[in-house]
C-alpha cells in the first residue's frame, strides 16, 4: 500500500474512527472532506449515479488511493464514485452501517448493534478509535503537572448530556452530583468534563456540588486533557449517550462505568448490552470496583482484515 485517502463529510466522530483504522495500519492518510449537492444530498445514499459533480469540498479527483477509508452518511456517495472511477483498484472500506446493500464495498465495518451483515462485512464490539497505548503515554507525561496533584485512585468522569435519544434530566445531574461529590470525599481524584449537551443548568449544578479539592473539572480552556483523563484515570465514568466516548474508555482496559440517562433507542440498548453482558461495562450505581476485561481493539481488528484482504 502507497496511499489512503479518508473521505468524511467532516465530523469528528466519524474522521477519528477513519483515523483509528490509518494509525492502526501505520499509514500516513490524506483526509478529504466532502459535501454534496443536489439532489445527492438530500437522496444520498439511495440515489446512486453518483459523478464528480455531485461533490463539493475537498477535491476527488485522480490519481486514486491504494486504499479508501470512509465514513458517514454522504461519504457513502464518495466511497461508491471512488470505487467505480478507479475501475475497482481502490479498495474502499465503509466504516459504518450504510443501511444500503454492501455489496458495492470492498469492506463494510460495522458495530455489533447494527443489523449489516455478508462476506465482506466485518462486525465489531463498538466503534473504533484512536486509543493507543503510546497515545496515552505520551497524554500522561503532557498533563502530569495538570492531575498528577489529585488523590489516587482518580476517576475520570465523561459528561455528554441531551441529544435525539437521551435527556440528562434536572433528577439525574443532582444524583449523579451527589454521587461524585461522594466519591470526592472518600478520597478519589475526580477528572470531570462536560459537553454543550450538558446544557448550563447542567452544567451549574455539577460544577457547584464539585466545588472540592480533590476534584479538576476542565472549564474549555487550553488545550484539551481528554486523553490527558483517560491516561491517568483508574476508573471511567461516561454518560449513556456517547458510542464514541464508550467505545474510547473500554479500548484503555480501565473499568468503566456507564451513568444511565433518561431515553435510548433499540440500537443504544443493543450497544449496551452487549458491552455489559460481556463484562467490558458495568452500570454506575455510586460504587466503584476494580475488575477485569478484554480491553476493545476494534481499529485494530478492521486493519487486520483490510491487510489480510489486501494480500499485504
Same mark, same amino acid.
Given at each position: 500500500?502507497?496511499?489512503?485517502?479518508?473521505?468524511?463529510?467532516?465530523?469528528?466522530?466519524?474522521? !477519528?474512527?477513519?483515523?483509528?483504522?490509518?494509525? #492502526?495500519?501505520?499509514?500516513?492518510?490524506?483526509?478529504?472532506?466532502?459535501?454534496?449537492?443536489? +439532489?445527492?444530498?438530500?437522496?444520498?445514499?439511495?440515489?446512486?449515479?453518483?459523478?464528480?459533480?455531485?461533490?463539493?469540498?475537498? +477535491? %476527488?479527483?485522480? +490519481? $486514486?488511493?491504494?486504499? %479508501?477509508?470512509?465514513?458517514?452518511?454522504?461519504?457513502? #456517495?464518495?466511497?461508491?464514485?471512488?470505487?467505480?472511477?478507479?475501475?475497482?483498484?481502490?479498495?474502499?472500506?465503509?466504516?459504518?452501517?450504510?443501511?444500503?446493500?454492501?455489496?458495492?464495498?470492498?469492506?463494510? =465495518?460495522?458495530? =455489533?448493534?447494527?443489523?449489516?451483515?455478508?462476506? !465482506?462485512?466485518?462486525?465489531?464490539?463498538?466503534?473504533? !478509535?484512536?486509543?493507543?497505548?503510546?497515545?496515552?503515554?505520551?497524554?500522561?507525561?503532557?498533563?502530569?503537572?495538570?492531575?498528577?496533584?489529585?488523590?489516587?485512585?482518580?476517576?475520570?468522569?465523561?459528561?455528554?448530556? !441531551?441529544?435525539?435519544?437521551?435527556?440528562?434530566?434536572?433528577?439525574? /445531574?443532582?444524583?449523579?452530583?451527589?454521587?461524585?461529590?461522594?466519591? =470526592?470525599?472518600?478520597?478519589?481524584?475526580?477528572?470531570?468534563?462536560?459537553?454543550?449537551?450538558? @446544557?448550563?443548568?447542567?452544567?451549574? /449544578?455539577?460544577?457547584?456540588?464539585?466545588?472540592?479539592?480533590?476534584?479538576?473539572? $476542565?472549564?474549555?480552556?487550553?488545550?484539551?486533557?481528554?486523553? @490527558?483523563?483517560?491516561? $491517568?484515570?483508574?476508573?471511567?465514568?461516561?454518560?449513556?449517550?456517547?458510542?464514541?466516548?464508550?467505545?474510547?474508555?473500554? /479500548?484503555?482496559?480501565?473499568?468503566?462505568?456507564?451513568?444511565?440517562?433518561?431515553?435510548?433507542?433499540?440500537?443504544?440498548? %443493543?450497544?449496551?448490552?452487549?458491552?455489559?453482558?460481556?463484562? /467490558?461495562?458495568?452500570?454506575?450505581?455510586?460504587?466503584?470496583?476494580?475488575?477485569?476485561?478484554? +480491553?476493545?481493539?476494534? #481499529?485494530?481488528?478492521?486493519?487486520?482484515?483490510?491487510?489480510?484482504?489486501?494480500?499485504?
Amino acid at each position: 500500500m502507497t496511499s489512503c485517502w479518508i473521505v468524511t463529510e467532516g465530523m469528528a466522530g466519524t474522521e !477519528n474512527q477513519c483515523l483509528g483504522v490509518a494509525e #492502526a495500519l501505520g499509514v500516513m492518510p490524506e483526509i478529504k472532506r466532502i459535501n454534496l449537492r443536489q +439532489p445527492w444530498k438530500s437522496l444520498s445514499p439511495y440515489l446512486g449515479l453518483e459523478s464528480d459533480c455531485s461533490f463539493t469540498g475537498d +477535491p %476527488l479527483n485522480p +490519481p $486514486w488511493p491504494d486504499l %479508501l477509508l470512509a465514513s458517514g452518511r454522504k461519504a457513502i #456517495a464518495a466511497a461508491r464514485y471512488i470505487k467505480k472511477a478507479s475501475a475497482g483498484k481502490c479498495f474502499v472500506v465503509q466504516i459504518q452501517d450504510p443501511r444500503i446493500s454492501c455489496a458495492g464495498f470492498d469492506l463494510v =465495518a460495522v458495530p =455489533a448493534h447494527d443489523p449489516s451483515r455478508g462476506s !465482506n462485512v466485518i462486525v465489531t464490539s463498538a466503534a473504533p !478509535n484512536r486509543i493507543k497505548t503510546e497515545h496515552l503515554e505520551d497524554a500522561k507525561k503532557e498533563f502530569a503537572p495538570l492531575l498528577s496533584p489529585l488523590p489516587q485512585p482518580r476517576v475520570a468522569v465523561l459528561i455528554g448530556g !441531551n441529544s435525539k435519544a437521551y435527556k440528562m434530566t434536572r433528577a439525574i /445531574t443532582e444524583e449523579l452530583a451527589d454521587s461524585l461529590k461522594n466519591l =470526592a470525599a472518600q478520597g478519589y481524584g475526580l477528572m470531570v468534563t462536560s459537553s454543550r449537551r450538558t @446544557g448550563e443548568e447542567n452544567e451549574s /449544578t455539577l460544577k457547584n456540588a464539585l466545588s472540592h479539592e480533590n476534584v479538576y473539572y $476542565w472549564d474549555g480552556n487550553g488545550d484539551n486533557p481528554y486523553f @490527558g483523563f483517560l491516561a $491517568w484515570a483508574n476508573f471511567i465514568l461516561v454518560t449513556a449517550d456517547s458510542t464514541s466516548m464508550i467505545s474510547e474508555a473500554a /479500548t484503555t482496559g480501565k473499568p468503566v462505568y456507564m451513568i444511565p440517562l433518561e431515553g435510548g433507542t433499540k440500537r443504544f440498548d %443493543l450497544f449496551h448490552d452487549n458491552l455489559l453482558q460481556k463484562g /467490558t461495562i458495568r452500570r454506575f450505581e455510586g460504587k466503584l470496583n476494580e475488575y477485569d476485561y478484554m +480491553p476493545l481493539d476494534d #481499529a485494530g481488528m478492521i486493519a487486520a482484515e483490510i491487510k489480510k484482504r489486501m494480500k499485504l
